[in-house]
């Protein structure tokens, strides 16, 4: 069994703390409104900068009983698509792994691999899966991390989500796990981020690949980001949501060094 990572450090540790934290950030409101999404954009930072944020881009969508979880992969280690099959451990109650869709996916891509090293330490998808697991009491997750991979990999990794997703018959979301841009003034920030957040707005994975690359936007998420977004399309998104944008000098004070945080909606 994967066991947490970052409890006690990103997000409360006990279940009781983590609980009334989630339950706190979670916005109240009819549950009529929430939309039918394929991926989500969703930030990774400590609750106390970004939970609001996360918790509100989740709190705005249907989450089904499956949802696939990429993130990057912050430490290097293990293979550079790593899919986990082990049952995660977290404060809130244990959370098994879809089997059906992880076996396809090994299936329909020989670059994802299983390698419980790569998830190990790494906390981008951990930190989702509280708000996941309080909104969706019956989840399974199929959680991948990411190294930084060719734009071509992208899209076999993208396709063999796409296949997965359409032979199950079955609702299943995406969440691609990032922050934005990391340590510059907020007006850098802003202005970087804003050029990864048209790309994302125009369902243009290709151009946020290279806009990211080109312009030097430290993007640390961007790779499953662009996934999230093929295979969205691929199962018919057309549509873009922005939930909400702000970084972290709101919370800390700091302008000059910020890291920015956006939550977006794909369906």
């Known amino acids: 069994m994967r066991q947490p990572a970052v409890a006690d450090r990103f ?24 939309r039918k ?23 705005s969508v249907l989450i089904p009983e499956t949802v696939i979880i990429l993130g990057p992969n912050h430490r290097g280690q293990g293979a550079p698509i790593a899919l986990s099959t082990t049952p995660w451990n977290m404060p809130l109650g244990t959370i098994p792994i879809d089997r059906e869709i992880a076996d396809l996916l090994l299936e329909h891509s020989h670059h994802i ?15 989702q899966v509280p708000f996941l697991q309080t909104l969706q009491k019956r989840l399974s997750i199929v959680p ?4 930084q991979v060719s734009y071509p990999l992208c899209q076999e990794v ?18 691609a796990s990032s ?41 640390c998420g961007v790779i499953p980001v662009v996934i999230a977004m093929l295979a969205a399309i691929a199962c018919g998104a ?16 700091d302008t000059d060094q910020v890291v920015g945080y956006a939550g977006i909606v794909i369906s």
């Open 179 to 219: 922050d934005m841009s990391h340590y510059e003034s907020r007006r850098s920030t802003e202005e970087k981020d804003s050029l990864a957040l048209q790309c994302i707005e125009q369902l243009k994975p290709y151009d946020l690949y290279h806009t990211v690359l080109d312009q030097r936007i430290s993007m």
């Open 238 to 253: 057309s549509k873009y949501h922005l939930a909400g944008y702000t970084d972290s000098g709101y919370v800390s004070g």
């Open 37 to 59: 999404a394929l991926a989500v954009v969703s930030p990774h930072a400590g609750y106390v900068y970004s939970g609001a944020l996360a918790a509100e881009t989740f709190s």
């Open 158 to 175: 993208a396709n063999a989500l796409a296949k997965a997703i359409r032979i199950s018959g079955r609702d299943i979301l995406i969440v």
């Open 11 to 34: 997000y409360p540790g006990s279940a009781d703390a983590l609980a009334l934290a989630v339950s706190e950030l979670l916005p109240t409101g009819p549950s009529e409104g929430k």
């Open 144 to 147: 991948i991390v990411l190294s």
């Open 113 to 127: 691999r299983v390698d419980e090293l790569a998830h190990k330490y790494e906390h981008s998808l951990e930190v």
